[in-house]
């Protein structure tokens, strides 16, 4: 036991009573959209209304106005359109659904784009053990979402079936494509913002995301992390049933494919290849994301028989507060730079379940939900 020392408190983390809604859907992607927009009408309506207010705030650094940011995601779309019109449709009966306009809903999932990675959030921690590293066998994935605090009430979690595509169990927050989650493969989908300096206009990286959610193979989802004209990229933690688990680092026009061989594999949010940091910008500026990085490795090592609780008691880790894996940095002066945990979820591959944390996970309980395919 650590004495007890001057730490500085646990900044008021908001306290969930209750477990993230759980919207079921099915049938055509538009159907699927409409269906979401529905049901979280006040969810979409409200992430809208605080990326403007987000946009507004930042003026002064991006000279971007709502209207403008519109214009510059419309850039985008013929792009997705193209690849994945079906995601697009998506998003199309996300904002039928929802009544918010189209333009809007396509601005919120290109954002990252649109105000040019000025937004350094989604700075979240990703993590994977597979059946060498669990005490029961288990394949587990763990992710911990650090966003903008305002949106934490709009989350909730997706359980699809979508009648050409497999189906999958995702959390997502407002109008945001799903992309983080499991599906009825046993593949699993986390991912981290990297900051790469060649971004493009192209395909947007949610949309790239929400396509590798449909993979039926390792292979697939790989290829379709690389898929051509991507605007940028994300890390893409895979991890797979059988226990195969890769970090795709990908920017607008290079990847790398890190394998996972000891059992386990952590990603924050800088790039781990050499010819990735190559194209990194402000590496400097993503120090918190290196002491998360090296304090989940080191507390994956520790333990050579996981579980979900020992995974969970990762996810609540404070060291280096308010920028801990479990983060409280609501008090940033820089309002492109405020972000908190509003999620934290881990996933039993073996189980298809997943385990989900609204808020918070060292001040909000664990809730289960089961993907039944
Ligand atoms: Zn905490």
Not at 5 to 10: E, K, V
Not at 75 to 104: C, H, I, T, W
């Amino acid at each position: 036991m650590l004495p007890n020392r001057p730490y500085p408190p646990i900044p008021n983390a908001v306290n969930h009573n209750s477990p993230p809604p759980l919207i079921e859907v099915s049938g055509t992607h538009r159907e699927m959209g409409r269906q979401i927009g529905e049901a979280c009408r006040e969810k979409v309506q409200h992430s809208v209304k605080n990326a403007r207010v987000l946009i507004a705030q930042s003026y002064d650094q991006l000279e971007l106005t709502w209207d403008g940011a519109q214009i510059q995601a419309r850039k985008y779309l013929p792009f997705a359109e193209e690849r994945y019109p079906q995601y697009v449709d998506e998003m199309r009966g996300v904002a039928e659904g929802s009544n918010v306009g189209f333009d809007e809903i396509v601005t919120l999932n290109t954002m990252e784009a649109v105000t040019t990675d000025a937004l350094h959030l989604t700075r979240c921690t990703s993590m994977g053990v597979n059946e060498e590293r669990t005490a029961d066998g288990h394949v587990l994935a763990a992710h911990n979402e650090d966003w903008v605090p305002e949106d934490e009430d709009d989350v909730y979690v997706i359980s699809a079936r979508p009648s050409e595509e497999p189906p999958f169990l995702a959390m997502t927050y407002g109008g945001l494509l799903p992309n983080v989650g499991f599906n009825a493969y046993g593949i699993a989908q986390l991912i981290d913002s990297v900051y790469p300096s060649d971004s493009r206009i192209g395909i947007p990286r949610l949309v790239v995301a929400r396509a590798i959610l449909s993979s039926r193979r390792i292979s697939g989802a790989i290829g379709r992390a690389l898929v051509s004209h991507r605007a940028a990229g994300y890390n893409h933690l895979l991890v797979h049933e059988s226990g195969e688990m890769y970090s795709i680092e990908v920017s607008a026009r290079r990847f790398e494919i890190l394998h996972g061989t000891d059992g386990y594999m952590v990603h924050t949010n800088h790039y781990l290849a050499q010819n990735m940091k190559e194209i990194e910008s402000d590496p400097e500026e993503l120090i918190s994301s290196r002491v998360r990085y090296f304090r989940a490795l080191r507390l994956l090592r520790q333990n050579q028989a996981h579980s979900i609780k020992s995974l969970q008691a990762i996810q609540k880790d404070h060291v280096n507060i308010p920028n801990s894996i479990c983060n409280h940095n609501i008090e940033g002066i820089d309002p492109l730079d405020r972000e908190k945990t509003i999620c934290a979820m881990v996933i039993d591959l073996t189980a298809r379940e997943m385990h989900i944390s609204w808020g918070n996970p060292c001040q909000n309980a664990y809730h289960t939900y089961h993907l039944d395919a």
